[in-house]
């Protein structure tokens, strides 16, 4: 009996390790802080009521950002560690396979369960304010969407511990990711952990869809709306194209790996090259996904630092609606080097290079918005000025990887993770930074340290460029990614010292940013206008942070940028701001049944990584049952009083009569 | 709460409405994840890896059976529809409740046809082809068997609450999916019977 618990305990969890060991210690040391300070405090009713059931899309965008942070931290730890064992040759730091862990953990964590959710993060808090609406379209689905990704992230990090990483790369080529080679419960978690948050995603997409084309505020007409909700809706049209093909996708592999199917394998008549291509084309538009958001977070600054309207609005509209339509057409390029043919290979690397153009004319149009603007570099502005030198040379990269016949060179090296990281990093990592700093005020009613942030802006980027620049040259060199140790023999050393400090300095930066977080928390001054900036749009026209309802009275909206309008009207003595009346306002009960639900599926999920089907059938079967609670649930709104509307309102330092 | 709008005048867009409208939103998601089993499909159709294939396999009485009862079953979910709309309540209940037998028909048949195959050896891990034949059909099966389990919960809330706007937008909901899922199925059999065995 005991031996066969030992042997169960060493198959189930990883050991072997002291970075694991050190690993297993901290998770359990920060569960028992966490239990012990909330039962401590007696917060754990408030933590339900005011947190975990919510259906506020401003609460639940606050949880995907904190979410994201605790993901960036873990990705840029795996990305440490990566650069610790490539400092310099013949490094003993990390094994192959260890490696091997880690570059696919990076990968899946910082595109899936970063990007992704901070992101979401930022839609949830802002769109709707800016759209003038109440809530979403679906706050309970919303709710949902978040408990998912949350499920799924958890699962994905849990193999670190239990079980094993998946070891396959971030997007899990058969067949190495086939049973046949990777025998492990690794791929599962990664299919597992991908596929729960994904449905989360998809839903989130449909949700926004929906808020942003059906409860904008009377008078806002699609070209009167907010550039940032346009992004928005360019992306989450992408998303709900892009990820039916990935949840396919991860199913059929594993019907594969579970049920002894044979689409990808190599014996049976499969066809792995036939998921290369699916996982692309749900896997190019994805990178577009996450980055249309970022040029709707420039857009919004720009204008807003320049004192001056968006240049050329209509362009950029267009801009980002070709762009999310060619982002499905140029999925090939991603295989150029594996035997399309020459006509194939051609179709791709044209309709790549054309992504260029608007990309280029949304660019130019920040340019022209800064020309002849008053221009002031706070912390966002700072920011958003930083990254259009830096996005302009990924693009360029990026321009000769899409030529076909060069990038049989460039393939698989060092130059193409220099590109992806410039444009991942600089376009979408910062450029949600700039979001955030730009919208911080708005979300929890404090600016953040500008000094600080200052500091934290520089560090990133002196860190980026030391770290990626090399990578260009090291990739021209022959370096291939994939590769944990090399010889002193290549002359690569010199060059990957250079490369590991620019990442240890852009850890420094990102620790300098949780200082100014904690360091403006402590020296917090309330933002009591509610427009810190003096900005442009809806968002902005409501207390920070907003009110449970945001807004007390709907906005009738006239004009593109229409707070900064009435602003000048009202200054100009050509309005009086408006007599408002009350009426009550109609909003969502909060629900249990999402995080519930949620973690039913984290039980279907685990029963199957682990083949327990007496944990996933009724997993599965209380999840049926949570819809089903859900459907017969009538009673699932209420109305706000007039009275308690003005004390909130009161309590914001807005006095209605 | 029958109506959450009435009494009231505020902005709120009218949530029936939006509901439907994501409904065809979502619909478009399923059109695509068929399209996608449909590609893996055709590209595999020939990869039998030395088993049997579609010409081998196929009994096509049953599939005609089993077609002409599904697009029955969508007439008949347009029929309960109609039924709503004059409001009669039994008579709606009562078309939904044929549309679900029908349902249940096509499945039975269709549980038939994959075990016969599998009694003659041919199973999800024969081959390519295969897979892609049960993956393909079993996905369009699974949907049949979660519409019908909805259906059950729709008959249950109307039971309840009687034709009010909620359980009218669940009734057009479930119908809309039941026409997406017939529209699924002609695809399937011609791609893969009609097509297959000639």
């Known amino acids: 009996m005991w031996e066969s618990v030992k042997e169960f305990a060493s198959e189930f969890f990883v050991t072997g390790d002291p970075l694991i060991y050190g690993a297993d210690v901290s998770i359990v040391l920060s569960i028992i802080a966490i239990v012990s300070v909330l039962t401590y405090f007696k917060k754990w009713g408030w933590l339900w009521r005011e947190w975990l059931t919510t259906v506020d899309h401003k609460k639940i965008g606050i949880m995907y950002i904190l979410a994201s942070v605790l993901m960036l931290f873990r990705g840029g730890v795996d990305a440490l560690l990566m650069r610790a064992q490539l400092v310099m040759p013949e490094m003993q730091f990390l094994s192959g396979d260890h490696y091997n862990q880690i570059f696919t953990t990076h990968g899946v964590i910082m595109i899936l369960f970063m990007a992704m959710p901070l992101m979401f993060g930022l839609f949830n808090v802002i769109v709707p304010l800016q759209l003038g609406a109440r809530d979403v379209a679906f706050p309970f689905l919303n709710a949902l969407s978040f408990w998912l990704f949350f499920s799924g992230a958890m699962l994905f990090n849990l193999s670190f511990v239990i079980g094993g990483s998946p070891d396959a790369g971030w997007l899990a080529y058969p067949p190495y990711s086939e049973l046949a080679f990777n025998p492990g419960p690794g791929q599962d978690f990664y299919i597992w952990g991908i596929q729960i948050s994904g449905i989360g995603s998809l839903m989130t997409g449909i949700n926004f869809i929906v808020t942003i084309l059906k409860v904008r505020a009377p008078g806002m007409t699609l070209m009167k709306m907010p550039m940032f909700s346009w992004s928005v809706l360019s992306s989450c049209i992408a998303i709900v194209f892009a990820f039916p093909i990935l949840t396919v996708t991860l199913a059929l592999l594993f019907i594969d790996r579970y049920l002894g199917g044979h689409f990808f394998t190599l014996d049976g008549g499969g066809n792995p090259m036939m998921y290369i291509n699916l996982i692309w084309m749900w896997g190019h538009p994805e ?10 977070i420039f857009s919004e600054i720009v204008a807003t630092f320049s004192r001056k309207k968006l240049f050329g609005y209509k362009s950029m509209v267009f801009a980002m609606i070709i762009i999310s339509v060619l982002s499905f057409l140029v999925w090939a390029h991603h295989f150029f080097t594996m035997g399309s043919g020459a006509d194939v290979n051609a179709f791709f690397a044209v309709t790549t290079m054309l992504i260029a153009i608007p990309t280029g004319v949304k660019v130019f149009n920040w340019l022209f918005t800064m020309f002849r603007g008053k221009i002031t570099f706070e912390t966002p502005m700072l920011w958003t000025v930083g990254i259009i030198p830096n996005f302009v040379i990924g693009g360029m990269t990026g321009v000769l990887l899409s030529v076909a016949p060069a990038d049989f060179q460039y393939h698989n090296s060092y130059f193409l993770i220099a590109h992806f990281h410039q444009v991942i990093i600089a376009g979408v990592v910062f450029g949600f930074f700039a979001g955030l700093y730009y919208w911080w005020p708005k979300i929890f009613g404090f600016k953040l340290n500008e000094r600080i942030g200052r500091w934290a802006f520089w560090l990133w980027n002196i860190g980026f460029y030391l770290c990626f620049m090399p990578q260009y040259a090291l990739g021209l060199m022959g370096m291939t990614r994939r590769l944990y140790t090399y010889g002193w023999d290549k002359g690569w050393f010199e060059m990957n010292l250079v490369s590991t400090i620019g990442a240890v300095i852009m850890g420094a930066a990102f620790l300098v940013q949780i200082w100014d977080i904690a360091h403006s928390i402590k020296h917090m001054k309330r933002d009591t206008t509610g427009d810190p900036w003096n900005a442009r749009t809806l968002e902005w026209s409501i207390p920070s942070p907003a009110p449970f309802y945001n807004f007390a009275v709907m906005p009738q909206v006239t004009s593109q940028d229409d707070w900064h309008e009435r602003k000048l009207r009202i200054e100009q003595g050509l309005e009086k701001p408006a007599k408002v009346e009350l009426e009550p306002i109609h909003m969502p009960k909060n629900s249990g049944i999402p995080i519930v639900m949620s973690m039913f599926w984290f039980f279907v999920g685990f029963g199957l990584i682990f083949d327990w089907l007496w944990m996933a059938v009724p997993g599965f079967i209380s999840v049926i049952a949570c819809m089903v609670v859900h459907s017969f649930n009538y009673d699932t709104d209420y109305y706000v009083t007039v009275e308690e509307i003005k004390r909130t309102e009161a309590e914001a330092g807005r006095v209605i009569t | 709460m029958a109506n959450v709008n009435a009494g009231h005048h505020d902005h709120h867009p009218d949530q ?61 979910s347009g029929l309960a529809i109609l039924a709503m709309n004059k409001g009669n309540r039994l008579a709606l209940m009562n078309w939904l409740g044929v549309t679900i037998f029908l349902g249940a028909s096509f499945l039975f048949l269709e549980i038939n046809e994959f075990i016969h195959m599998v009694s003659e050896g041919a199973t999800i891990g024969t081959s390519a082809f295969l897979t892609a034949f049960y993956t393909l059909v079993g996905t369009h099966g699974l949907h049949v068997t979660l519409g019908m389990g909805w259906m059950i919960i729709v008959i249950m809330q109307i039971a309840k609450h009687g034709i009010t706007p909620v359980t009218k937008r669940k009734v057009n909901i479930i119908s809309l999916f039941w026409h997406f899922l017939d529209v699924v199925w002609i695809f399937v059999f011609t791609i893969v019977y009609v097509m297959g065995v000639n």
């Open chain 2, 16 to 76: 029936e409405e939006l509901r439907t409208f994501a409904f065809w939103i979502y619909l478009m998601t399923d059109v695509i994840l068929f399209a996608t089993l449909f590609a893996t499909y055709i590209v595999l159709q020939g990869s039998t890896d030395g088993g049997p294939g579609p010409k081998d396999l196929f009994q096509m009485n049953g599939i005609y059976a089993s077609t002409f009862i599904l697009l029955t079953s969508s007439f008949t």
């Open chain 1, 287 to 296: 990178v577009y996904i996450i980055v249309l958001p970022a040029f709707g």
